[in-house]
């Protein structure tokens, strides 16, 4: 019976939890809301996450989404995989609009060229997803995303051309915008 104790205290303590899932901007991750409880209820230092992420993440553009995967051990120490930002993030940098197609089918949300395609790709092979995916199966996938964003893809872009879709598609923005404050206005007054 006493071997039977002892060899309980020699067993290590294994906490089989799932990975914490969870999107942060590089270099702003702070102690408070919605990080802080998250990691809060896993036992994790706080203070020590932000400041080991921040540093991690100086080299990259402040608030890019970066999409982490937390490991949380046994001891309370933890391991973090960082990913690179998703295709839809780089295709609206690529494009220069804050907002995408509300509906592929009726509108271009903006014009990407195969030249930015390969850029994308090029970025997106250091991802750990993407590890030992040929670079013509990534370009594929940033295309079809693209389709999927309204976004058109063309073998070159032509400036002027560019720039007067632009003014265009500033105008459309701005409409589907109070478009749908009306229509979150509308829901307001009948749930009042």
């Given amino acids: 019976m006493s071997k039977l104790k002892s060899a309980k205290k020699g ?61 949380v051990k046994a001891d309370r120490s933890y391991d973090i995989q960082i990913r690179v930002p998703p295709i839809s993030y780089f295709i609206r940098q690529a494009t220069g609009q804050a907002r ?18 390969y850029e994308i790709a090029q970025v997106k092979s250091k991802d750990p997803l993407y590890d030992c995916v040929p670079l013509k199966k990534i370009c594929e996938e940033i295309i079809e995303e693209a389709f999927h964003c309204g976004v058109k893809v063309v073998d070159r872009i032509d400036e002027h051309k560019y720039m007067d879709f632009m003014k265009q598609r500033q105008e459309i923005v701005a409409k589907q915008l109070k478009e749908l404050e009306d229509l979150k206005q509308s829901k307001l007054l009948r749930t009042a």
Avoid at 102 to 117: P, R
């Fill in 100 to 117: 995408l197609a509300m509906d592929q089918s009726q509108e271009t949300a903006g014009i990407l060229s195969l030249k930015h395609v």
């Fill in 11 to 71: 067993v290590e303590k294994v906490i089989h939890s799932t990975p914490l899932r969870i999107w942060i901007g590089a270099g702003v991750a702070q102690p408070g809301p919605p990080l802080g409880p998250q990691l809060g209820q896993r036992g994790i230092n706080i203070a020590q996450f932000c400041k080991d992420f921040n540093e991690r993440t100086k080299d990259v553009k402040p608030g890019t989404p970066l999409p982490c995967t937390i490991s």
